[in-house]
């Protein structure tokens, strides 16, 4: 089992910044990629980025490219997601979630998820 925990969302105004962080814990993630997913109130939940347990591979959606950067550090079990330029746009509850080794851009392939953290850009 693996538990995941996300914390750093919160209120911004668009073009702000924010850092999402996803803990994890029960197990070491380093042979899993994390990825995160958005959801916004009435629509599906829907892929923003990815990266593999080595780290060398992200993917993006494209609504986002150039704007979010994925990461993390193995040592400390954690994967971050830095969002600049937001858009009201990009309101939605932020999800982590991990499968093994390599990415993917559907949520049903990952096995853990967090409860998600709320993300308001104000215009």
């Known amino acids: 089992q693996v538990q995941l925990a996300e914390s750093g969302g919160g209120v911004v105004q668009a073009g702000g910044s924010l850092r999402l962080s996803c803990a994890a814990s029960?197990?070491?993630?380093?042979?899993?990629?994390m990825g995160w997913f958005r959801q916004a109130p009435g629509k599906e939940r829907e892929f923003v980025a990815a990266i593999d347990y080595s780290g060398s591979n992200t993917s993006y959606a494209n609504s986002v490219k150039g704007r979010f950067t994925i990461s993390r550090d193995n040592a400390k079990n954690t994967v971050y997601l830095q969002m600049n330029s937001l858009r009201p746009e990009d309101t939605a509850a932020y999800y982590c979630?991990?499968?093994?080794?390599?990415?993917?851009?559907?949520?049903?392939?990952?096995?853990?998820w967090g409860q998600g953290t709320q993300v308001t850009v104000s215009s």
């Open positions: 029960g197990r070491t993630v380093s042979h899993y990629a």
């Open positions: 979630a991990v499968r093994l080794f390599v990415t993917s851009r559907a949520p049903v392939e990952y096995d853990y």
